[in-house]
């Protein structure tokens, strides 16, 4: 998991929220599948491994989520699930970002992603390289 700990108002920090976080995977059983890196998505150096799933939820302007996908992209595996957060305006829990709109509607014409349904306000898709 890569996120930068930004200030907000809220009455928490990142380290809690990390902690949270932590504690979940801890009860899921998935602790020892995630790490968690405090580093800006768009320039880290991701892991040496395939990326079975990624999750675009950083920046939701058109410029940070383009970014982030032309940096996770190459490292995608096969099938890897791709979801991006509030990129559905769908009522109930759906919530989105007119730039994340537009950037997802703009994918959904390459032919190297199968959309899925969506989750609430997340888009999904599965990576489907041609051979």
């Known amino acids: 998991s890569y996120d930068v700990h930004v200030p907000h108002d809220a009455p928490y920090t990142g380290a809690d ?15 020892s599948k995630v790490e968690l890196v405090v580093a800006d998505s768009r320039t880290v150096e991701p892991p040496p491994r395939p990326v079975d799933l990624l999750l675009v939820d950083g920046d939701h302007s058109y410029a940070g989520v383009s970014a982030d ?16 957060h509030d990129a559905v305006a769908s009522g109930g829990f759906g919530t989105s970002v007119a730039d994340v709109e537009r950037f997802v509607s703009e994918l ?9 349904p969506n989750a609430g306000g997340i888009a999904h898709f599965v990576y489907r390289p041609s051979a």
């Open 17 to 31: 929220l990390d902690r949270e976080l932590l504690a979940t995977l801890e009860r899921y059983g998935l602790d």
């Open 69 to 84: 996908w032309e940096h996770w992209r190459p490292r995608l595996a096969p099938g890897a699930n791709v979801l991006f």
């Open 108 to 116: 959904e014409a390459q032919n190297d992603l199968e959309r899925q």
